[in-house]
């Protein structure tokens, strides 16, 4: 795979897409500058780009296919607001390379399966626990594929040979607080070794990394659980066969599952901070869950912890529905049924 005239020559190449802002000025660009789509496919994507009159240089779908919108000297749209060791507005200096992702997987399907906030159904295999730079527990995050990890590489090389790329980064470096894409289930530092020697320190200082809402932290009788009573029965979960390689083994220890599970109801305004579209965080250690605004009885006594994130919807100024998801270990033998 060749560059040539500014273009990888096996890209699909959409030719004259008219949203950018002239040509980059040397020895700009110097910097890649990955993003998830957060949308159901490229195609949306392209079309999401297009109704807002932005543009990215490459986006890169599950199947490894390859689409380039600009050409490399041009200027693209995609960094908005953005500031890293002292520089500015990265549009100036970065080739723009959106990954077809849908990011943050918040709540689980009745068949067992994650909602994207974009709508989309993933499927629990497709899903990573990971815990973003920017906080401090552990959520869900859709994955990337073998297919566009593969084509991530060859593209990171004929960039850095070419253009003689200096860094490596994420939107969410460039603008932390607004924004969390590409995620913690990037493989962003081994990209920074392989390409640039180096893995470029984060922007923020480095998180526990303790998640902070399971059901019981680790398959264990003795730890502390984070919700101080049990699940309700008819709790939708999906149960996860990905951690049988952590310390904890299913095996083993027998009767205990990993699992997600999701939780609705009202929760009151002044205790949520948003992080990102309908992400709100829980800010104040009192908040508790209720079945509707204003009822006496929380849905589960404990209070939710500090951190905790929110899948937020509707419009409320004194209370917001919201689903919480959460992720931990639960006994096995009596506490599960399949979903009919
Ligand atoms: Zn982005």
């Known amino acids: 795979m060749k560059i040539s005239g500014d273009f990888f020559d096996d890209a699909v190449s959409l030719y004259d897409w008219p949203h950018h802002d002239g040509t980059f000025v040397p020895p700009a660009p110097d910097t890649i500058l990955f993003h998830f789509t957060d949308l159901p496919d490229v195609q949306s994507a392209i079309d999401v780009l297009a109704a807002r009159r932005l543009s990215t240089h490459l986006l890169i779908g599950r199947d490894g296919s390859l689409t380039q919108m600009l050409p490399f000297d041009r ?23 959106e990954m077809d992702n849908c990011g943050r997987l918040c709540t689980v399907t009745t068949d067992g ?85 180096v893995p470029v320190p984060r922007t923020k200082q480095d998180v526990a990394a303790t998640p902070i809402f399971p059901v019981l932290p680790r398959p264990d009788a003795a730890a502390p659980p984070l919700l101080a009573c049990p699940l309700a029965p008819g709790t939708r979960c999906a149960i996860s066969a990905r951690h049988d390689q952590t310390v904890y083994d299913i095996q083993e220890s027998g009767q205990w599952q990993r699992i997600f599970f999701s939780m609705e109801g009202y929760v009151r305004c002044h205790k949520i901070v948003p992080i990102s579209g309908k992400m709100y ?27 905790a994130v929110l899948r937020v919807s509707g419009p409320g100024s004194d209370w917001r529905r919201a689903a919480v998801c959460c992720a931990g270990w639960v006994r096995c033998e009596e506490n599960f049924a399949a979903a009919p």
């Open 75 to 97: 200027i693209g749209r995609h960094a908005g607001n953005s500031t890293y060791l002292g520089r500015e507005g990265f549009n100036r200096f970065a080739i723009g390379i």
């Open 113 to 197: 399966g994650l909602h994207a906030s974009c709508g989309k159904k993933i499927p629990l295999s497709l899903a990573e626990p990971g815990i973003h730079a920017h906080e401090n527990f552990e959520t869900l995050w859709h994955n990337y594929t073998k297919e566009q990890l593969n084509r991530v590489a060859i593209v990171c090389a004929g960039l850095v040979k070419t253009y003689g790329i200096t860094s490596i980064l994420g939107h969410d470096e460039v603008a932390p607080g607004r924004k969390i894409d590409p995620g913690p289930v990037f493989p962003m530092s081994t990209l920074r070794v392989r390409f640039l020697g």
């Open 281 to 307: 965080m829980i800010q104040d250690a009192g908040a508790q869950l209720y079945p509707a605004p204003e009822d006496r009885e929380p849905l589960f006594t404990a209070f939710l912890p500090r951190g």
